[in-house]
């Protein structure tokens, strides 16, 4: 398979006179894909059942003539004012009950049955009609599942649909109640018609019922994709995709992922720093104009294993975005730089967002590869240049990494329902983790609770919140280091402490026996250096003392390669505690320097400059935004 680029097209923005030429250009770039379609449904049915495929076949035909591969997008994140008419409950309600209404876009409800059906026959009738066209040669379902904070609904049909979900799940109302502890505040039900949704109570609803809503509503998002792919897969036999976005994390996507071919995100490197990342004033400073120097990283591993190995950037930011509070340009480079990481971590493919900027509408601010009046803005000739640069080194593929982080998007889930300390975030943990081992210059494998461990020498379970007794036999018995905690294996499935106490960890007698969150500023100094701070653990049992806090009490304990962490370390302790293990493995590690940025693939070394200077490499010096490509040795 080979590497490819391509970009995302409106064509129903613009005169039908501007197609072929537009079509010109993108080829002449040297782009593969161009992905349509995704919001045009009132184009495509401005009023029920007056279908309008026309124009999509001749924008269709007009980019297959000019060689271009189409990737075809189900319009059902944009349901036209005429859906919303016929259906008014469809509009998801937010916390407080009120409809989140037209006018923009994913204005509905997972769990709106009459929206469903809509979608269900639009995708039919797309289906029906494009998929045999030998010019569209991959679908995408949807837009962005959850962007604008749209997983969650409190709408009566999600009511409905939870109660009915609840049945399934506990059988009887009996279960129900035992599994969430109801006779606490005597919140015990005698039917599944009495449970309502968990917003609106007086004070904090039932951790338990949160949780159970958090997996209802991630399980809804699994279900409406899986009713498009299920309709697709009777039409079509190319790829299936959905375009995931950055730290999103309300629904599983990992469910999702089992029902697509592919995974794609979407990157926007620089909105991404100012409005999702963590880091002080210097270090937003620092990457202002390039991004956090591990931010896509960690996403493009996480999406490797989303899509079981295969994935694509579906956006990539060709520009200065709209959305961010502040929106500088992208350095000279950079547009070249997001695209080569991305082919460094396995990517197939990577497509820019979007062609040409719109002059009108909420992305008027937008760049594309052209500015609203066509000429060539300054992403368009990063994008040649990959596509000159990746003619010669085609080959997909990334290395298989020795070590492994475990993301778990429940946990995710679990410590928002609950965090205990404000600032507890499970992607803040896991990822100062993967910062940590990339700026020791490691190649990380972001997987799945259920993937297989073998061949991994190091593997990290930062707060997973429950962890099934299979996954903890499994790290046990792992041939190498296995790095389980803060927080790991704390709650039960169902949300409540389980006893014996955490971690309880085959052939480990290591108890949590309390907790602490921090509140910024307050560290917990560790005896040898570095510090922990937002979380500590108070450490009892005979297990081996690996590290100990200032106090003389005990962080890190274990037996063999069996280790628990009872603290959440800063940078500085993450890098003690992860270079500590790999010298132990006999792993090479390096400290690179800032904004270096490292990426095998099985026949090279990829070596990004994230830094806004030059930086050196071994002998090798790389300009800001520089991209450096080196044989593999060994
Ligand atoms: C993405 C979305 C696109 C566009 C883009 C702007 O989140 O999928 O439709 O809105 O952001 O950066």
């Given at each position: ?5 391509g970009?995302?097209y409106y064509?129903e ?5 501007v197609?072929?030429?537009d ?12 992905r349509?379609?995704?919001f ?5 049915e ?8 026309d124009?999509l076949?001749?924008a269709i ?8 591969k189409?990737?075809?997008?189900t319009p059902?994140?944009?349901p ?6 016929k259906?008014?409950d469809?509009?998801a309600?937010d916390a ?6 037209f ?13 469903l ?7 039919t009738?797309?289906?029906?009609r494009?998929g045999?066209n030998?010019?569209?040669a ?12 749209t ?8 009511r ?9 799940r ?10 969430w502890?109801?006779?606490f505040?005597?919140?015990?039900y005698?039917?599944f018609?009495e449970i ?17 809503f958090?997996?209802f509503?991630?399980d ?8 498009q792919?299920e309709i697709?897969?009777?039409h079509?036999?190319?790829p299936l995709?959905?375009?995931?976005m950055g ?9 999702v ?9 979407d990157?926007?490197?620089m909105?991404?720093?100012?409005d999702?990342?963590e ?8 990457y ?10 960690f ?10 190995g295969?994935?694509?950037?579906m956006?990539?930011?060709p ?11 992208p ?5 070249r730089?997001w695209?080569w990481?991305?082919?460094a ?10 062609w040409?900027?719109?002059?009108f509408a909420?992305?008027q601010m937008?760049?594309g ?7 060539a803005a300054p992403?368009?000739?990063?994008a040649?240049q990959?596509?000159?640069?990746i003619?010669d080194?085609p080959?997909?593929?990334?290395a298989?990494?020795?070590v492994?982080l475990?993301?778990?998007y ?17 992607v ?5 983790a993967?910062?940590?081992?990339r ?7 972001v ?9 991994y020498?190091?593997?990290?379970a930062?707060?997973m919140?429950?962890?099934?007794d299979?996954?903890?036999?499994r790290?046990a ?5 296995a790095l389980?905690?803060?927080r790991?294996a ?7 402490i ?10 480990l007698d ?9 509140p910024?500023?307050?560290?917990r ?8 701070a937002?979380?500590v ?6 297990a081996e003392?690996g590290?100990?806090?200032?106090t003389?009490e005990?962080l890190?304990?274990g037996?063999?390669?069996l280790?628990?962490?009872g603290?959440?370390?800063t940078?500085a302790?993450?890098d003690?505690?992860?270079a500590?293990a790999?010298?132990?493995?006999g ?15 099985p026949?090279?070394?990829f070596v990004f400059?994230y830094?806004?200077?030059?930086q050196?490499?071994r ?7 520089g ?8």
């Amino acid at each position: 398979m080979t590497r490819t680029l391509g970009v995302c097209y409106y064509p129903e923005h613009w005169p039908e006179e501007v197609w072929p030429e537009d079509a010109r250009r993108m080829a002449e770039t040297g782009l593969t894909w161009v992905r349509i379609g995704e919001f045009a449904w009132s184009r495509l049915e401005p009023t029920e059942g007056d279908y309008r495929f026309d124009w999509l076949d001749r924008a269709i035909e007009v980019l297959g003539a000019a060689g271009l591969k189409v990737i075809l997008g189900t319009p059902t994140a944009t349901p036209p004012r005429w859906v919303v008419t016929k259906h008014p409950d469809m509009l998801a309600l937010d916390a407080e009950g009120r409809p989140r209404g037209f006018g923009s876009r994913r204005h509905y409800c997972f769990s709106h049955r009459g929206y469903l059906a809509e979608c269900r026959r639009i995708v039919t009738k797309l289906a029906e009609r494009y998929g045999r066209n030998s010019h569209v040669a991959a679908w995408q379902t949807d837009n962005e599942y959850g962007c604008h904070d749209t997983t969650i609904s409190y709408s009566d049909a999600a009511r409905t649909a939870f109660r009915d979900w609840c049945a399934q799940r506990y059988q009887s109302p009996e279960a129900l109640n035992r599994a969430w502890g109801n006779v606490f505040w005597s919140m015990e039900y005698a039917s599944f018609d009495e449970i309502d949704l968990p917003n609106l109570t007086v004070t904090e609803a039932n951790p338990a019922h949160v949780m159970a809503f958090r997996r209802f509503a991630s399980d809804q998002v699994v279900a409406f994709n899986r009713a498009q792919t299920e309709i697709l897969r009777r039409h079509t036999d190319a790829p299936l995709i959905h375009n995931y976005m950055g730290r999103v994390t309300e629904f599983d996507h990992f469910d999702v992922g089992q029902d697509l071919d592919i995974a794609s995100w979407d990157s926007y490197p620089m909105g991404f720093l100012m409005d999702r990342v963590e880091g002080d004033a210097a270090h937003k400073a620092a990457y202002l104009r390039q991004g956090d120097p591990d931010f896509q990283a960690f996403h493009h591993d996480l999406y490797r294993a989303v899509g079981r190995g295969r994935w694509w950037i579906m956006e990539q930011q060709p520009g200065p975005v709209n959305w961010a509070p502040w929106n500088p340009a992208p350095l000279p480079g950079m547009v070249r730089l997001w695209a080569w990481e991305a082919f460094a971590h396995g990517a197939e493919a990577v497509c820019f967002f979007r062609w040409r900027q719109a002059p009108f509408a909420q992305e008027q601010m937008h760049a594309g590869l052209l500015r609203p009046d066509s000429v060539a803005a300054p992403g368009l000739g990063e994008a040649a240049q990959v596509a000159a640069e990746i003619a010669d080194a085609p080959e997909v593929g990334t290395a298989r990494a020795e070590v492994a982080l475990i993301f778990d998007y429940p946990s995710a889930w679990a410590w928002q329902v609950q965090p205990q300390g404000a600032d507890f975030d499970y992607v803040r943990l896991v990822f100062s983790a993967y910062r940590a081992l990339r700026a020791r210059g490691l190649s990380v494998d972001v997987i799945a609770p259920e993937t297989p461990l073998d061949g991994y020498r190091l593997v990290l379970a930062p707060g997973m919140f429950a962890m099934p007794d299979g996954l903890k036999a499994r790290l046990a018995a792992l041939e190498g280091i296995a790095l389980v905690g803060p927080r790991t294996a704390s709650k039960t499935a169902e949300f409540s402490i389980p006893v014996p106490l955490p971690p309880a960890l085959p052939g480990l007698d290591v108890t949590v026996a309390r907790v602490e969150s921090l509140p910024p500023g307050e560290e917990r100094p560790v005896a040898g250096g570095g510090a922990v701070a937002h979380w500590v653990e108070h450490l009892e049992g005979s297990a081996e003392v690996g590290l100990c806090l200032a106090t003389g009490e005990a962080l890190v304990m274990g037996r063999g390669g069996l280790r628990y962490l009872g603290g959440w370390p800063t940078a500085a302790l993450w890098d003690r505690i992860l270079a500590g293990a790999c010298a132990e493995l006999g792993l090479a590690t390096e400290v690179l320097p800032d904004g270096l940025r490292l990426r095998d693939t099985p026949s090279e070394r990829f070596v990004f400059n994230y830094a806004a200077h030059p930086q050196t490499y071994r002998d090798h010096t790389l300009p800001p935004a520089g991209v450096l490509r080196l044989p593999r040795r060994g």
